[in-house]
């Protein structure tokens, strides 16, 4: 099948040209591990695990590398000054950045395991990688792209890379498009950034290493640059991140890494527009106000619903979110995998059609490998569900098909209702429900409350319908 991804760096939809024919590898840029992760961030990872499910339906073997920073992000970005975010977080907690590093990326790993991300086939570490990022910035300076700024630490000279910015469309060295006034006026150009910093003189760093410019820590750039090219050699396919990391980030991953491999080092970038508010601000670690996978759950929503919501929309476009947004996205998900239960029970569910099997297939990996279409290929989802020409067996094999494209358990939930639907109601639940029957009868609510609330204790709820009281077990 022709796959086709949009390119941020030839801002064109092209078609994918394996590196190496029938393999694929890619590089995600990970979470940084100072706070939770939040759903925005979930959305890029999201964008990571629909281009590999997307891959292996069409028989690509795939690579795909997943770091965590741990280290040497930051405050700002912008101009490599203020607090590492990790010391940062450490301090906030009261605690080690090892732990706080730790607790982080096992929240991360939850969140992902929730929305059924697949796992990446490696997900390194940026402290597992100090020596090869020590070896590429010693490369950097060996080729003459570094200065030194006392004190400060080892700089790349963003002026002796002309292909500087091509990402973004010749943001060049020295004149960043919208930098702010002020900045580390030591450096040569504005955009000329650490490669490794050096650890104060008054205070001791929790993470710090030698190097052979002295003690200190990796800039957050050179982190990717190194454990991609470690993991999946000097060149390779793809590489995916936010949209934020475009402009800096990934500039910089690109300038210090084509000076070694030579260019072009990546050959596709695909970036994740930001999810937002109602007012359009970007969702946002560092200001603290953000919403988690965790919060979404509490609040009694399945995370598949935020997997639908997030599939609705496409990559390239920012997403709103809203409680209502969310809400409908959880009604449209509750309502395929009632169709879903329907295709389970049939009766009379006949046998596997191949011909229409592969003309759904092909239909809905076609959409999906155009530039991830993935809201047109639920709509074809939809389209699949009402056709009454398809048979339920035929039906259930595609779900399966569906399920490993769009990770969203339509199967998986289905059986899960059907078999808390189908729950035989133990005697003493039952006789519990009739007492609150009778309670509610003669309008005894705080006795018909009381036995509600033992029957919701022993995992059971009651739901009044017109027919009666129904009793079904609890999720
Ligand atoms: P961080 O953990 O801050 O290093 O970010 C991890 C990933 O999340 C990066 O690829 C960011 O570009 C991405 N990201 C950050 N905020 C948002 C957002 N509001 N919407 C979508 N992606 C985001
Ligand atoms: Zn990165």
């Known amino acids: 099948m022709n796959i086709r991804l949009f390119n941020t760096m030839s801002r064109k939809i092209e078609d994918f040209q394996p590196l190496v024919p029938g393999k694929v590898g890619f590089y ?200 991609s090219m470690a993991l999946l050699g000097a060149h390779f396919d793809i590489h995916t991140g936010g949209v934020d990391l475009s402009r800096v980030h990934h500039a910089n991953e690109i300038a210090q890494s084509e000076p070694i491999t030579g260019a072009p080092w990546v050959r596709y970038w695909v970036h994740s527009e930001f999810l937002v508010d109602k007012s359009g601000e970007k969702m946002s670690k560092s200001s603290g106000e953000f919403l988690t996978l965790s919060v979404l759950k509490k609040r009694g929503y399945n995370p598949m619903a935020y997997r639908y919501m997030l599939l609705m929309g496409h990559y390239q476009s920012q997403l709103a979110f809203s409680w209502d947004g969310l809400d409908a996205a959880a009604n449209g998900y509750k309502n395929m995998v009632r169709r879903v239960i329907e295709i389970l029970n049939a009766t009379d569910a006949g046998t596997l059609n191949r011909e229409q099997f592969d003309i759904w297939h092909d239909k809905i990996l076609g959409l999906v490998s155009d530039n991830l279409k993935t809201a047109e290929a639920i709509v074809a989802v939809h389209e699949l569900l009402k056709d009454q020409s398809v048979n339920p067996a035929t039906k259930k094999a595609l779900f399966e098909f569906i399920d490993r494209l769009l990770g969203l358990r339509f199967i998986e939930e289905a059986e899960h209702v059907n078999n808390l639907e189908k729950a035989v109601v133990p005697a003493e639940i039952q006789a519990l429900a009739d007492a609150r029957t009778a309670a509610k009868a003669e309008r005894d609510w705080a006795k018909a409350d009381e036995l509600r609330a033992r029957i919701d204790a022993a995992g059971w709820s009651v739901i009044d319908t017109r027919d009666g009281a129904k009793i079904v077990k609890k999720a």
């Open 28 to 227: 995600s840029c990970g979470p940084t591990v100072y706070h939770y992760t939040h759903i925005g961030n979930l959305r890029s990872f999201v964008l990571a695990d629909l281009l590999k499910r997307m891959f292996i339906e069409n028989g690509y073997e795939v690579f795909n590398v997943m770091n965590i920073t741990d280290v040497g992000h930051l405050t700002s970005d912008d101009d490599d000054s203020g607090e590492d975010k990790m010391e940062k977080g450490a301090a906030r907690e009261n605690k080690s950045v090892w732990d706080v590093a730790k607790f982080y990326t096992n929240e991360f790993l939850r969140d992902s395991a929730d929305l059924n991300l697949l796992e990446p086939s490696a997900r390194p570490r940026a402290t597992e990688y100090i020596q090869e990022q020590i070896n590429l910035v010693q490369q950097l300076v060996d080729l003459g792209y570094t200065y030194e700024i006392p004190g400060d630490g080892i700089y790349y000279d963003t002026s002796k890379f002309a292909a500087y910015g091509a990402l973004t469309g010749g943001a060049v060295a020295g004149n960043r498009a919208g930098a702010r006034v002020e900045f580390n006026e030591a450096k040569r150009n504005p955009t000329d950034f650490a490669l490794w910093k050096f650890s104060p003189t008054d205070k001791k760093r929790q993470m710090e290493w030698d190097s052979p410019w002295g003690v200190g820590f990796p800039g957050w750039h050179i982190e990717c640059s190194a454990m």
